[in-house]
């Protein structure tokens, strides 16, 4: 399973747009880039996924460059309820197994 | 429609005692996991259920933990003679398929925080 590195912590404002980078040097070709969002004292929660180019929804943005070998999650306009930790992590499409979650990027949003 | 649930949502347990978290997967999910998260970490995997087949248990750190899934929906994460180093948010996840054309996101639940005295 491909590892990834993502900063450990960031800061930003109210109504910034926040870009969270990680990289996975050896991600394989079937896998697949994913995001997940956890707030304290609750689960994880799925952001956003994509394998190539630009994904986007209601929530976030996903940049993938040619070569996949990193990826950068962008918040439009955090506010304060963004503050929680996000983990980048790479697995196969049918994601049946095992997910490696790393430590994730711990994300403070300040007034 | 409900989440996963987990309960109890806290537990504390004095070193050797045995205990049985819970887990309800959203209805109709096939593919159920389990993770333990230390405090500052990310959820680790301790193993697979596809309906009540558990196909993966390669992250169960001791054959203290037992995990069973009976009849393909309710799950039953036990530790026997828990240890300090039990310490840690156990996750539910679950997923409505196990392969497939699209991404096969997890559901998580809220976690139960067993503290080991």
């Known amino acids: 399973l491909a590892k990834t590195t993502q900063p450990i912590s960031m800061d930003s404002y109210e109504g910034q747009e926040v870009n969270i980078t990680c990289s996975h040097n050896n991600i394989a070709t079937n896998d697949y880039i994913t995001w997940y969002q956890q707030f304290p004292s609750q689960g994880p929660r799925f952001i956003i996924q994509?394998?190539?180019t630009k994904v986007t929804n209601e929530v976030a943005s996903l940049f993938i460059p040619a070569d996949r070998k990193s990826s950068t999650l962008s918040l439009p306009r955090v506010s304060l309820s963004d503050t929680a930790v996000y983990y980048c992590?790479?697995?196969?499409?049918?994601?049946?197994?095992?997910?490696?979650f790393g430590s994730g990027t711990r994300l403070s949003i300040r007034p | 429609g409900a989440g996963v649930s987990q309960s109890p949502r806290y537990k504390v347990a004095k070193r050797g005692q045995d205990v049985a978290l819970r887990c309800d997967p959203i209805?109709?999910?096939?593919?159920l996991f389990w993770y333990q998260q230390a405090l500052g970490q990310g959820p680790e995997f301790l193993t697979y259920f596809q309906n009540e087949a558990q196909l993966d248990k390669s992250g169960l750190p001791s054959d203290r933990f037992f995990a069973e899934r009976p009849e393909g929906s309710v799950s039953t994460l036990k530790i026997q003679r828990t240890q300090q180093e039990d310490s840690a948010v156990y996750l539910c996840?679950?997923?409505?398929?196990?392969?497939?054309?699209?991404?096969?996101?997890?559901?998580f639940g809220p976690g139960t925080r067993l503290t080991v005295l």
């Open positions: 992590l790479v697995a196969l499409y049918s994601s049946a197994s095992k997910i490696i």
């Open positions: 996840a679950s997923s409505p398929r196990t392969s497939g054309a699209t991404y096969n996101e997890q559901f």
């Open positions: 994509g394998y190539k």
């Open positions: 209805s109709g999910h096939v593919s």
